[in-house]
């Protein structure tokens, strides 16, 4: 017996009135997506605490105000909030080692890798006993030198993080080269003008422009866990300047998060 044919008339679906339209309804489903990510609600975090903290370094707010005690103690309590997120964040690092099998292209590339992940995976993982010192859980008598360290391996981190990515960007420039000579073998030869290698520039471009942004980002987040090192001492160092870092870096990781989900 043939199966039941569909009906050659079939009757349309029925329209939502309700529903949002399809424009509204992705913004929506992407921010729950991008909320969903403990780095989603970290990033927007940190937005909020160094936008706090540039009002607070600048002339903008005279600390007579009766806002300004308000705005240090949120800025605060959004610091404390942000080390929460980062519970168990270490794994992160280990399983990016753990995944590379040691598969590297150069011993450059591997002490570069061990440099970055280890000192980020430290970091993290220090900065849980911060928290908890900071939260009053624990005695917080060696909480000076927790965080110390955490600056330490934090600053580490992102050397090797920076250089990495500059690797990656001469990797990129050398692949990029090479598909732009075989299309111009191509158009020379008069076999088209190479659309698939020419998709792939496009795609390169796109990654060079977050790689960059990525470097950008470790660089304001190294200056700042420079300023760490230093207690606030020293050049480059001045509240203004480390909030203002803090919010760059802030913004590019947003937008790496954003475009990621």
Not at 86 to 113: I, M, T, W
Not at 172 to 197: N, W, Y
Request: hydrophobic content about 40%.
């Amino acid at each position: 017996m043939d199966p039941p044919k569909p009906s050659s008339n079939p009757t349309p679906p029925r329209q939502n009135p309700r529903s949002p339209p399809p424009n509204t309804q992705d913004f929506l489903t992407h921010l729950e997506t991008y909320l969903a990510k403990r780095d989603g609600v970290d990033k927007l975090l940190k937005i909020s605490r160094y936008a706090a903290k540039i009002i607070l370094a600048s002339s903008f707010l005279p600390s007579a105000h009766p806002l300004h005690p308000r705005l240090k103690n949120f800025e605060s309590s959004v610091g404390l909030s942000r080390k929460a997120f980062r519970l168990g964040k270490f794994v992160q690092d280990l399983n990016a080692l753990r995944n590379k099998n040691f598969c590297f292209d150069s011993k450059q590339e591997l002490v570069l890798s061990l440099v970055a992940y280890g000192g980020e995976g430290v970091y993290y993982f220090v900065e849980q006993f911060v928290w908890l010192a900071k939260s009053g859980l624990i005695d917080n008598t060696h909480l000076q030198k927790l965080q110390k360290i955490s600056a330490w391996a934090e600053l580490v981190g992102y050397f090797g993080s920076v250089a990495l990515k500059v690797g990656d960007l001469r990797r990129i420039d050398k692949e990029e080269a090479c598909l732009r000579s075989s299309v111009e073998v191509l158009r020379l030869r008069g076999e088209g003008a190479g659309e698939e290698e020419e998709r792939k520039i496009g795609k390169l471009r796109e990654k060079r422009v977050m790689k960059r942004l990525s470097v950008v980002q470790d660089l304001a987040d190294g200056l700042m866990a420079l300023g760490d090192v230093r207690d606030g001492k020293g050049r480059f160092s001045g509240p203004a300047l480390m909030s203002s870092a803090g919010l760059l870096s802030a913004v590019i990781s947003t937008h790496k998060n954003w475009v990621s989900c």
